[in-house]
């Protein structure tokens, strides 16, 4: 059920026109659809600025080559509209939810996660997701009738529901879920306005996470080559790159390895995505859905890789975190990372005051929990470099993660 580009809407597309609307009532836009004005509004909040400086899987200052939370989002967005596209969706609220997915990670990615759930654990922890939700619905203070961006319905359904449903129907927690329940921030929010976390969202939304995944194994083998965590002859103990590489070499025989490189990493991008158009265009035709909300009450996600496919991409992940994502030069840097992180949440804990005036102000009144996800709230939206700094004002030694 693949779509030519330029024809008609799928069905199942989401409809900016029947949007479910936003929490706080607007004016409809004359020259934008409702999707479109979300991506509009995220392009130009301030956590979308700030992923410029933080950390994809490599710190600042290891050169300009290598990705950052900002340039691989773009990648995803790239990805995403391609997809929908492809299938017949609205390509503004994939490029919405691909713009999106990312403004809750903290600064020095996954190991600044793990640092803030640490430090946050007595309140409910820290998830990134989540931190998202709170980013666009409560963070981001641009506009005088509202805090957040008051995104529509569906976009925030599908920032929640980024890997899918969280609850069963009557609202028990799917099992990733149930040692530690559902993300406070989320279920805060579900005190407002009903997501309904037991369903799949939109075929956007699934697109644009699926999306997610396809730019961070393509790129990260090009970022770990540049790198030289690993070489070519290691990745290509992976089938699917083994095969690429060979064709790339049969078409190609003097090509440069920095050419070569960038061609891998192209023609794993369209054999990728080439796969999900093609399994999810099948997926799409057995459950002939004739709305968004049959996508949701779907039994399954209808975008997804083939299995051939999902054996090959879970191949690459089983390659990457070992060689990249736990190689020691890496993970010295990152424990260094942790604990920067873990100082900086430790002293606002004691030292609340030494916060800028408007989040200390804010921390006056609040329970203890209260004051701690502020202050989380705090440590998540530093980039890189200005945790740095901010480490370097109240700590006599601060690693240069190098």
Request: net charge negative; proline share 4%.
């Amino acid at each position: 059920m693949a779509v030519e580009a330029g024809s008609a809407r799928a069905p199942y597309a989401a409809d900016p026109a029947r949007s479910r609307g936003r929490r706080h009532a607007e004016a409809v836009s004359g020259t934008r659809s409702a999707f479109r004005h979300d991506c509009d509004r995220i392009i130009h909040a301030s956590a979308f600025r700030r992923l410029a400086h933080k950390t994809q899987v490599f710190v600042f200052h290891e050169g300009d080559h290598y990705r950052t939370r900002l340039t691989h989002t773009l990648e995803v967005t790239q990805i995403a509209r391609a997809l929908a596209r492809l299938l017949g969706l609205d390509e503004d609220l994939a490029e919405a939810l691909a713009l999106a997915h990312d403004l809750g990670h903290p600064p020095f990615g996954h190991a600044g996660e793990r640092a803030l759930d640490e430090a946050m654990s007595a309140y409910g922890g820290f998830d990134h997701n989540a931190q998202t939700l709170r980013v666009v619905t409560q963070l981001e203070r641009r506009y005088p009738d509202f805090n957040g961006l008051n995104l529509t319905w569906e976009a925030l359904e599908g920032i929640v529901k980024h890997n899918g449903p969280l609850t069963q129907r009557g609202g028990e927690p799917l099992e990733r879920y149930r040692e530690r329940d559902i993300p406070i921030a989320i279920r805060e929010y579900m005190a407002q306005q009903d997501l309904e976390l037991w369903s799949f969202a939109s075929a956007e939304a699934q697109v644009a996470a699926i999306a997610d995944d396809i730019a961070y194994n393509a790129h990260d083998i090009d970022d770990g080559l540049r790198a030289e965590l690993f070489e070519l002859n290691d990745v290509s103990d992976v089938r699917i790159v083994r095969t690429l590489v060979r064709g790339i070499h049969e078409e190609h025989p003097k090509l440069e390895p920095e050419r070569l490189v960038h061609e891998l990493a192209r023609r794993l991008i369209a054999a990728l995505v080439e796969d999900v158009a093609a399994e999810s265009g099948a997926r799409l035709t057995s459950l002939a859905p004739g709305s968004v909300d049959d996508i949701r009450r779907a039994r399954e996600r209808v975008v997804g890789f083939s299995p051939a496919m999902a054996s090959a991409e879970q191949a690459i992940k089983a390659f990457l975190y070992p060689r990249m994502y736990r190689h020691p030069r890496v993970a010295r840097i990152m424990d260094d990372a942790t604990q920067v992180v873990r100082d900086l949440v430790a002293h606002y804990a004691r030292r609340p005051q030494d916060m800028p005036a408007g989040w200390a102000q804010d921390l006056a009144p609040a329970d203890e929990a209260g004051r701690m996800r502020r202050i989380a709230d705090f440590v998540a939206g530093m980039t890189d470099r200005y945790a740095l700094l901010d480490h370097s004002r109240h700590f006599d030694s601060t690693p240069e993660l190098r």
